[in-house]
């Protein structure tokens, strides 16, 4: 079984692998941000990419999230576990809280978000983040002392400018959870290529609609994610080490979707 991660702000790499090895890959769209770590974790392959680039270059609008999608397909991957910074627009979700994401609404306007340009693929979305890996995570951080919430609605904006109050006061109103730059459309091109993607997203501060507290800089988002890293490493490698080839209908979803 093989399994892909995609490493958010703050993964640009990982400790936690065995056996590593640097693939260098290319795509039907194109090279992916990053090269691909392979590893081995219990006795599962992985491969990690890092979203934005091994230095943290690639702008959210310039990220290559179909070859990032299609690479870890070409080699084999079953599943995707993606990490991300979140802002919070929830009390209850304190920086260093992880959310299990279930839900997003997109606000983006200028990223490729099909793997079939030439077709139409009108991909079920309703539970857009596979329920049998989000299961899974909640599992082991049940288990955990981290503090964590098992479900959540993000925002995707498209970035890489954080947002005005009132765009953060709009997106409370509508009762989202956390807002970041990245879900979309990665987990729309994962569902369309068949992979069952689950987020784990760790909040890093109170985005700018909180009075009490700083609007968020990026100093403050790579300072909590610095702190988180370790914490998410350990959560990944329980998930991974008992994983299993369930049978899941977001690897079949796509084959029904085309007109």
């Known amino acids: 079984m093989k399994t892909g991660i995609i490493g958010g ?3 640009e790499k990982a400790s936690f692998f065995k056996k590593q090895e640097e693939l260098v890959v290319n795509t039907a769209f194109g090279k992916p941000s990053s090269p691909i770590t392979k590893g081995i974790i219990g006795h599962h ?17 310039e ?5 990032n ?7 084999g991957c079953t599943h995707i576990i993606a990490t991300t910074a979140v802002g919070s627009l929830q009390e209850k979700i304190a920086p260093g809280h992880f959310v299990v994401l279930d839900q997003f609404i997109d606000r983006t306007t200028q990223r490729a978000s099909t793997l079939y340009p030439e ?5 079920p979305l309703g539970e857009p983040f596979c329920p049998t890996l989000r299961k899974k995570i909640i599992a082991v951080l049940e288990k955990s002392s981290f503090t964590y919430h098992p479900k959540g609605m993000v925002i995707t904006i498209e970035g890489p400018r954080f947002s005005t109050k009132a765009e953060s006061f709009l997106f409370r109103s509508w009762h989202a959870d956390v807002i970041n730059m990245s879900t979309v459309p990665e987990v729309v091109l ?3 290529a068949g992979m069952c993607y689950a987020s784990i997203a760790m909040s890093t501060d109170y ?4 009075e009490s507290k700083e609007p968020v800089t990026i100093d403050m988002v790579l300072a909590t994610m610095k702190k988180n890293s370790e914490r998410v490493q350990q959560v990944l490698f329980e998930v991974i080490t008992h994983l299993e080839e369930d049978a899941c209908s977001c690897r079949e979803m796509y084959k ?3 007109i």
Do not use: M, Y
């Open 69 to 75: 999608i299609l690479a870890l397909k070409d080699l």
């Open 119 to 123: 077709r139409v693929c009108h991909i």
């Open 45 to 61: 392959e992985v491969f990690l990419l890092v979203r934005h680039g091994p230095q943290h270059t690639i702008i959210p609008s």
């Open 9 to 11: 702000s703050g993964l």
């Open 207 to 210: 985005d700018c609609w909180h």
């Open 63 to 67: 990220i290559n999230n179909r070859a």
């Open 256 to 258: 029904t979707a085309f």
């Open 190 to 192: 994962a569902r369309e």
